[in-house]
C-alpha cells in the first residue's frame, strides 16, 4: 500500500477474502461507542454535515439492516427505507442500532451466509466480499462519527483501519464525490492508518468537535 491508501491486486484480494470478519469488528468498534450516547447528545451536530446524531444512528439502524437482508436472503433493495426492528427507533435510535447490530452479527455467522457468494444489490449482482466490505468501512467509520459527536476522542483501531484504508479507494471514486462523500482532505505525513482513512473519506480526523 502506498501513502494515499492504495493497494496492489493481490492484497486488494487477500483483504476482500475476509470481509465478514472486517465486517464484525467494524461492527464492534461502532456498538461499542454506542455506550457514550445520551439523551442530551442525540440532537448534537456530528461529521456527517447532513445529520445530528439521531439521524445518524437512525441512517446507520437503516444500513445495518440492508446488510441483514444480504445475509438471509441474498438481495438488498435499493432506495426504501427499512422498518425498524427497534419498537420506537425514533426515540430510542441507540436501542435499534443494538439490536439491529446483534441481528446482523448473528446472520452473517450462519452458513447459509457463509455459503453465499453473490448478493444482488437493486438488481446488480456483487460478490458477497465486496457488500460485507464495503459495510465494514461504513459501519466502523459512522462508529467513529458516534464518539466524536458525543464529544470522546475514541481513534479507529488501527489495524482495522489499516485494511479499510487498503479496500476504500476500490470503493470510492471521484464518482462518488461529493454526493456519499466529501472531497479528500490532507491527513498529515505524520498521520496514522485511522487518520488517513477519516481523511479519504473526507472528514476532517483532527478538528473535531
Given at each position: ?43 448534537n451536530?456530528?461529521p456527517?454535515?447532513?445529520?445530528d ?17 444480504a ?11 427499512r422498518p ?7 426515540a430510542?435510535?441507540?436501542?435499534a442500532?443494538?439490536?439491529?447490530g446483534?441481528?446482523?452479527l ?61 479496500l ?22 505524520e ?5 488517513r ?13
Amino acid at each position: 500500500m502506498n501513502s494515499g491508501g492504495e493497494c496492489d491486486d493481490a492484497s486488494a484480494v487477500a483483504l476482500l477474502t475476509a470481509g465478514v470478519s472486517l465486517l464484525e469488528r467494524g461492527l464492534g468498534y461502532a456498538l461499542g461507542n454506542l455506550s457514550l450516547v445520551t439523551p442530551a447528545t442525540l440532537a448534537n451536530p456530528t461529521p456527517c454535515a447532513d445529520w445530528d446524531l439521531r439521524g445518524l444512528l437512525l441512517h446507520l439502524d437503516d444500513s445495518l439492516g440492508a446488510l441483514c437482508e444480504a445475509a438471509a436472503a441474498g438481495t438488498i433493495a435499493v432506495g426504501s427505507a427499512r422498518p425498524p426492528i427497534a419498537p420506537a427507533a425514533s426515540a430510542d435510535p441507540v436501542a435499534a442500532v443494538r439490536a439491529r447490530g446483534r441481528m446482523l452479527l448473528g446472520l452473517w455467522s450462519g452458513s447459509d451466509a457463509n455459503d453465499r457468494e453473490t448478493i444482488s444489490v437493486g438488481g446488480t449482482p456483487l460478490t458477497a466480499a465486496i457488500v460485507t466490505s464495503t459495510g465494514a468501512i461504513e459501519t466502523a467509520v459512522h462508529g467513529w462519527d458516534i464518539a466524536r459527536a458525543c464529544g470522546a476522542d475514541r481513534p479507529l483501531p488501527e489495524a482495522l483501519a489499516e485494511e479499510l484504508l487498503e479496500l476504500a479507494p476500490l470503493f470510492v471514486s471521484a464518482a462518488d464525490r461529493p454526493v456519499r462523500f466529501a472531497l479528500p482532505r490532507e491527513a498529515g505525513v505524520e498521520a496514522g492508518s485511522g487518520e488517513r482513512l477519516l481523511a479519504f473519506l473526507g472528514r476532517d480526523p483532527y478538528g473535531w468537535p
